[in-house]
């Protein structure tokens, strides 16, 4: 499976930004899908999952009633709606896939390039 994620930028404090991430070469629509992210100095740390069917979603604190992540499977894609962003959000963010039910890095199989996103203050 091959994950290309893009819809990185800068933007100021409080605004919002989407992220998508689209997928082939696989059968997407079997996929948990997770973004995680990596800020600067900082060890890569999970941000949002989804299941397979886009039934069930899962949020780390730090951007619980902020960000929304949906998918279309029809698509192969997966988005990352990012609202309200804070200087602490900037960071370089990954879309990943697992086989399985997923939320440890380690648990996810395919990993996209990363995109970066800078919030100004």
């Known amino acids: 499976v091959q994950l290309q994620a893009s819809g990185g930028g800068l933007v100021q404090a409080g605004g919002s930004l989407g992220l998508s991430c689209a997928a082939s070469?696989?059968?997407?629509?079997?996929?948990?899908m997770g973004w995680f992210r990596r800020a600067p100095g900082k060890e890569r740390m999970f941000v949002a999952v989804?299941?397979?069917?886009?039934?069930?979603?899962y949020y780390a604190d730090s951007v619980k009633g902020r960000f929304v992540i949906s998918r279309d499977n029809a698509k192969s894609t997966v988005f990352l709606q990012m609202n309200d962003l804070k200087p602490e959000d900037t960071a370089v963010y990954y879309c990943?896939?697992?086989?399985?039910?997923?939320?440890?890095?380690?648990?996810?199989?395919?990993w996209g390039q990363g995109t970066l996103v800078t919030v100004s203050s």
């Open positions: 990943a896939a697992s086989g399985s039910s997923a939320i440890l890095e380690h648990q996810f199989d395919y």
């Open positions: 070469g696989g059968t997407f629509k079997s996929y948990d």
């Open positions: 989804i299941d397979f069917g886009g039934g069930k979603t």
